[in-house]
C-alpha cells in the first residue's frame, strides 16, 4: 500500500499547530500539556515529509524552518519583553526567558529528530540544539549581554557596600554566559568576567586609598582579610569558579601591593611596631595575607632581620658598655649575661618564625643572617667564640655561676651549639673549649660526665666528627687514666719496697688529644725524683714502647706546712712545692740561688715567688718588702705565718691563654689553608686565581671565614714548597704539580 505525499505547505501548517501550543504553554495561557499522540503525530509527519521520494524530500527545508520558528518568536516576542525592562526586572525576564527558550529548543529538536539523525549527520550541518541555541545567542545575548553585565556588576558593588541582593538571580544571569558558549569559557571571559576584575580593581583602589590614611596596620589587614574572604564566598555563590584566582590576585594586588611599603613602614603600627610590641597575631595575619603574593614575604623578612640585629647588637653594646665601666672580674659575669640573653632573643624570635612565619624559609634566613651579624662581635676585647666556650665552662664546672636542674643544663647546652652554628671562627671555639674542657678534666672540676659526653655528641652532629674528636679523645683518656691508676695503687700494694711513702696520683694522657702544654726539665725534689722513678717502674710493666712526657705545670701538691703557730696543709702547683720544698734544708735564699737550683726561666721564676711571697698567704719573707719581685730579692721561710683555716690553696696568678689560643688557631688555619688549597688543585689539575680562593673559601667556611690575604699568600708558599705553579702564558693560572 502506497504512502500518500504529504506537500511541504500542508506538512508545515500541520506543524505549526504543534510549534503554536509549545508558544502558549512556555507563555503560561491555559493549553493542555502534549499527549503522547500528538507527540507521535507530530515526529510522525516529520518522519514522512523527510522520507518521501525526491523532489518531495523536504529535508533541507524542514532545518530551515526550524530556524525560522525560533527566530519568529523570538523577535515577536521574547525581545520586545526585554526591551520594555531595565536593571534587576530585565535580568528576571532574562532568566524567565533562557529557561522558556530551552524548553522550547528541547521540545522542537525532538520532534524534528529525524533531521538530525540523518540529514544533519550526512551533510555535516550543526545539530538542532546547536541552532536552537545560535538563535538565541544572536539575536538576545549579542543585544543585550553589555547591559546585562552593567546591571551585574551594580549588584555586586552594592552587596560590597553591605546591601542585600539576589545571588541566586545573578547565579542564574551567570550561568547563561557560560551557557551559551556551548562548552566555551570565551563568552564569560571577555563579555562579563574581564569588566568586572576590571571594576573589582577600582572599586577595591578606591577602599585602599582612604583606608592607608585613616587606618593603622593591624586595622588595615583586618579589613583586607576581611574584603578576601568576601571575595571568595561570592564566587562560591555566584562567580564561576575559575574566576576565584583572577579576582583574588586583583583585589590582593590593590589591597597588598600597590601599599605594600607605606602598610609595612607605617610609623606607629606597621612591622617594626608589631614585632616591638610582640603583637604575634598581626603579624601572623600579615604572614597570611603576604605569603599568597609573589615576593611579598620579602619585605616583611628584611624588616625582621633588621629588628633582630638591631636588638643583638644592642645587646652586644649593652655588654661592651657594662664591661668598660665595671672590673675585671664582673666584666666575665657581663659576658656570661650576654650570651644568657642571646639565647633568649634566639629562643623568641624562633617562635616567631615557626608560629607567626609557618616556617618559611625566607625567615629562616633573615634570622640566621641577623645573628650571624651580631653574634661575631667582639666584647670588650673577647671574641664571640671564647664567651660560648666560657659560658659553657661555666655550666659544665663545679660551682659554676649558673645553678641549673639537669634538664636545664641540656636544654642550655642544646641551644649553646645552636648558637654556635652562626659564629664563623667555629675553630676558635673548638680551641678555647678544649683548653677549658682539660682544665676541667685535669682538676676534677666537671660537674657531671653524662653533661660532658652529651654536649660533645651535639657539636658532633652540628659540626661534624673531626671536630669533637680530641675532646671525645680527651673524656676517654681520663676514663682510661683513672684505671690505670687503680692498676698503679695494686702495683705498689704488690711491691712495697718500690713505695715512694708519698701518695701519688699520676694521670696518663694521649699526646694528640690535649692542648699542647710547656714542659721544663726543672730539677726536681729528691722526693718528687723517687715518685716519678717508681712510677716509671710501674709504667715499663705495661708497655714498652710509649715515652711517658711530665708536665709539671699542671700538677698539684699537698704540703705540710709546720708554722710556730699550728701545722697548716698547704695546697701548692709542683713547682711552688718545688720552691718551698728548698727551704726544708736552709732558712734563706737568694733569688739566683733560687734559679740556679730548679733550673726554671726568669718569667716562670717570678710568677711563683710572688704568689708565695707578695699574694694573700706570705708563706715566704721577701727583702726588701716591695710589691714585686726582682733578681736581686731574698726569701726567708715565713716561721710565724698562720691561718684560720687548717688547709689552704695557694693560686697561682693566671696567664692569660688567650692570645696563646689565637696563635694556636692561625698556625691551625694555615695547614687548613695548604690541605684544601691541595686538595682542590690534585682533583682540578689546572685552576684560575678567582675560582681557587672561591672554592677555597666555600670549603673551609663550615670551620671559620677564611682572610683572602692568607689565602693568597698560602699559595705563594705552595709555589715555593713546588706543589703549584703558575702558567708561563697566563699567570692568573694555577698548576699542581704531582
Known amino acids: 500500500m502506497e504512502r500518500k505525499t504529504i506537500d511541504l505547505e500542508q506538512g508545515w501548517d500541520y506543524m505549526q499547530t504543534g510549534i503554536t501550543k509549545l508558544k502558549r504553554i512556555l507563555e503560561g495561557l491555559p493549553e493542555p500539556q502534549f499527549d503522547s499522540e500528538q507527540y507521535m503525530m507530530l515526529y510522525t509527519t516529520i518522519y514522512n515529509m523527510c522520507t518521501q521520494k525526491p523532489p518531495h524530500d523536504y529535508s533541507q527545508q524542514l532545518y530551515d524552518k526550524y530556524r525560522e520558528a525560533f527566530e519568529e518568536y523570538i523577535n515577536s ?88 541582593i539576589d545571588r541566586a538571580l545573578l547565579k542564574n544571569v551567570l550561568d547563561i554566559y557560560v551557557e551559551i558558549g556551548m562548552g566555551q569559557m570565551e563568552r564569560y571571559e571577555v563579555d562579563f568576567e574581564s569588566f568586572m576584575l576590571l571594576d573589582s580593581a577600582s572599586y577595591y583602589s578606591r577602599k585602599a586609598s582612604s583606608w592607608i590614611q585613616e587606618d593603622s596596620c593591624p586595622d588595615y589587614m583586618l579589613k583586607s582579610e576581611e574584603c578576601l574572604k568576601k571575595e571568595r564566598e561570592r564566587v562560591a555563590h555566584y562567580l564561576h569558579s575559575s574566576s576565584e584566582p583572577k579576582l583574588v590576585e586583583k583585589v590582593q594586588h590593590e589591597l597588598l601591593v600597590v601599599f605594600a611599603n607605606q602598610l609595612l613602614e607605617k610609623e606607629h603600627s606597621g612591622c617594626r611596631a608589631l614585632l616591638r610590641d610582640d603583637k604575634v597575631d598581626d603579624l601572623s595575619r600579615m604572614y597570611r595575607l603576604y605569603h599568597k603574593i609573589a615576593k611579598g614575604l620579602e619585605p616583611v623578612a628584611n624588616i625582621f632581620k633588621q629588628h633582630v640585629t638591631a636588638e643583638g647588637n644592642a645587646l652586644v653594646q649593652q655588654a661592651e658598655d657594662t664591661a668598660t665601666n665595671q672590673a675585671a672580674n664582673t666584666a666575665s659575669v657581663q659576658e656570661q649575661v650576654l650570651i644568657r640573653k642571646v639565647i633568649e632573643l634566639h629562643d623568641k624570635y624562633m617562635v616567631y618564625v615557626v608560629e607567626c612565619f609557618q616556617n618559611h624559609t625566607l625567615f629562616h634566613k633573615a634570622l640566621k643572617e641577623a645573628f650571624e651579624i651580631f653574634c661575631n662581635k667582639t666584647v670588650a676585647g673577647s671574641s664571640s667564640a671564647e664567651l660560648l666556650a666560657t659560658f659553657c665552662d661555666n655550666i659544665l664546672k663545679k660551682g659554676g655561676s649558673e645553678k641549673l636542674s639537669d634538664e636545664a643544663i641540656e636544654d642550655t647546652l642544646e641551644k649553646v651549639v645552636k648558637l654556635l652554628a652562626y659564629i664563623s671562627d667555629k675553630d676558635l671555639f673548638a680551641e678555647f673549649y678544649r683548653k677549658k674542657l682539660a682544665r676541667r678534666l685535669l682538676f676534677d672540676r666537671s660537674a657531671n660526665d653524662d653533661h660532658e659526653r652529651s654536649i660533645l655528641t651535639k657539636l658532633k652532629q652540628q659540626c661534624g666528627g673531626q671536630f669533637t674528636s680530641k675532646m671525645e679523645g680527651m673524656v676517654t683518656d681520663l676514663t682510661l687514666a683513672r684505671e690505670n691508676q687503680t692498676s698503679f695503687e695494686e702495683y705498689l700494694g704488690n711491691n712495697p ?25 726543672i730539677n726536681l725534689p729528691s722526693e718528687m725524683v723517687k715518685c716519678v722513678e717508681v712510677f716509671k717502674g710501674f709504667y715499663e710493666t705495661k708497655t714498652k714502647h710509649r715515652k711517658l712526657t711530665w708536665i709539671y705545670s699542671l700538677g698539684t701538691c699537698h704540703l705540710n706546712g709546720k708554722f710556730d703557730h699550728k701545722p697548716i696543709e698547704l695546697v701548692v702547683s709542683t713547682y711552688q712545692a718545688a720552691v718551698l720544698l728548698l727551704f726544708n734544708t736552709t732558712d734563706k735564699l737568694s733569688y739566683n740561688d733560687i734559679l740556679t737550683q730548679l733550673n726554671l726561666s726568669h718569667e716562670d721564676l717570678v710568677r711563683l715567688l710572688h704568689s708565695l711571697s707578695c699574694a694573700r698567704y706570705k708563706i715566704l719573707i721577701k727583702e726588701p718588702s716591695t710589691k714585686t719581685v726582682s733578681q736581686t730579692d731574698s726569701f726567708e721561710f715565713n716561721a710565724k705565718f698562720t691561718d684560720r683555716m687548717r688547709r689552704i690553696k695557694i693560686p697561682l696568678p693566671p696567664v692569660d691563654e688567650r692570645k696563646k689560643v689565637v696563635e694556636d688557631v692561625d698556625k691551625d688555619r694555615r695547614y687548613a689553608i695548604d690541605a684544601a688549597i691541595v686538595r682542590i688543585m690534585k682533583s682540578r689539575k689546572v685552576l684560575g686565581h678567582q675560582q681557587l680562593v672561591s672554592e677555597c673559601v666555600e670549603q673551609l667556611s663550615r670551620m671559620f671565614k677564611p682572610d683572602i690575604k692568607a689565602i693568597k699568600k698560602r699559595m705563594e708558599d705552595l709555589i715555593t714548597r713546588d706543589y703549584l705553579e703558575r702558567d708561563k702564558e697566563n699567570p692568573n693560572m694555577f698548576r699542581y704539580l704531582a
Open 77 to 164: 516576542t521574547v525581545l520586545p519583553a526585554l526591551m520594555e525592562k531595565h536593571d534587576e526586572y530585565m535580568l528576571r525576564e532574562l532568566v524567565k526567558r533562557w529557561s522558556n527558550h530551552k524548553v522550547m529548543v528541547r521540545w522542537l529538536s525532538r520532534f524534528f529528530y529525524y533531521l538530525d539523525r540523518y540529514f544533519i549527520a550526512r551533510r555535516s550541518l550543526p545539530p538542532l540544539n546547536e541552532v536552537g541555541l545560535s538563535c538565541f545567542r544572536d539575536l538576545v545575548y549579542n543585544v543585550l549581554h553589555s547591559k546585562v553585565k552593567d546591571a551585574v556588576i551594580a549588584l555586586v558593588d552594592k552587596e560590597r557596600e553591605g546591601e542585600q
Open 497 to 521: 719496697a718500690a713505695n715512694p711513702g708519698i701518695d701519688l696520683t699520676v694521670t696518663v694522657l694521649t699526646t694528640g688529644f690535649w692542648p699542647s702544654y710547656k714542659s721544663f726539665d
